[in-house]
Nanobody, 122 residues
């Protein structure tokens, strides 16, 4: 059983930066970040596999960096140039399969963190 514990998040003004972290216990291969704004579905943000291959959604591309410390089994998300529309609960997710298999689909990630709130004010 994999457990994911997120940290970071908080409130920031538009244009600011925030960093999230997710510590995993147990084996993971693909780890990713999702977000969910009030009244909306869970949206894939970015993912990374153990070989370091990364993907990110067009809505955040160029503004975020996803990284993973395999030795610490910890996932990171650095977010810059934040916009009010980035406001959401951010979730860490993990799977033992490749990110090409999970394809950013929430239902294909069996492990989830508790979520951490990111609020961007204008």
């Amino acid at each position: 059983q994999v457990q994911l514990v997120e940290s970071g998040g908080g409130s920031v003004q538009a244009g600011g930066s925030l960093s999230l972290a997710c510590a995993a216990s147990g084996y993971t291969y693909c780890m990713g970040w999702f977000r969910q704004a009030p009244g909306k579905g869970r949206e894939w943000v970015a993912d990374i596999d153990n070989d370091g291959y990364t993907r990110s959604s067009t809505s955040v591309k160029g503004r975020i960096t996803i990284s993973k410390d395999n030795a610490k089994n910890t996932l990171y998300l650095q977010m810059n140039s934040l916009k009010p529309e980035d406001t959401a609960m951010y979730y860490c997710a993990a799977a033992s399969s490749s990110c090409w298999v999970t394809g950013g689909t929430p239902g294909l990630f069996p492990y989830w963190g508790q979520g951490t709130q990111v609020t961007v004010s204008s």
